[in-house]
């Protein structure tokens, strides 16, 4: 059974970095694009980054102003998402998804959702 476990979440002060996991178990990731979401309370979720599969195409949301980056470890099966200096509206509950490869998947843009989902990690940026 797919399933996409997140990790690295927490309590960090504005400024600070972070760096998420999201590993794979029950599939190869050799074969799908990966997302990183975003969901603030009150507010909808929205996509941070993508990676596709061979990890040559990254995708970010043009609000992180080149404050995280997306990355794979096939050989890991496990992709990441390191998030530098963080501000108090990064807070969120972030998720990990993946969406089977597919021709212009995670290239040039975002995508607003994916198949299968992780359960999310807490990050709080506070002070």
């Known amino acids: 059974q797919l399933q996409l476990v997140e990790s690295g979440g927490g309590l960090v002060q504005p400024g600070g970095s972070l760096r998420l996991s999201c590993a794979a178990s029950g599939f190869t990731l050799d074969y799908y694009g990966i997302g990183w979401f975003r969901q603030a309370p009150g507010k909808e979720r929205e996509a941070v980054s993508c990676i596709n599969a061979n990890g040559a195409s990254t995708v970010y949301a043009d609000s992180l102003m080149g404050r995280f980056a997306i990355s794979r470890d096939n050989a890991k099966n496990t992709v990441y998402l390191q998030m530098n200096s963080l501000k108090p509206e990064d807070t969120a509950v972030y998720y990990c998804?993946?969406?089977?490869?597919?021709?212009?998947?995670?290239?040039?843009?975002?995508?607003?959702?994916?198949?299968?989902w992780g359960q999310g990690t807490q990050v709080t940026v506070s002070s």
């Open positions: 998804a993946a969406e089977r490869t597919r021709p212009g998947l995670c290239v040039g843009s975002l995508v607003p959702s994916m198949t299968s």
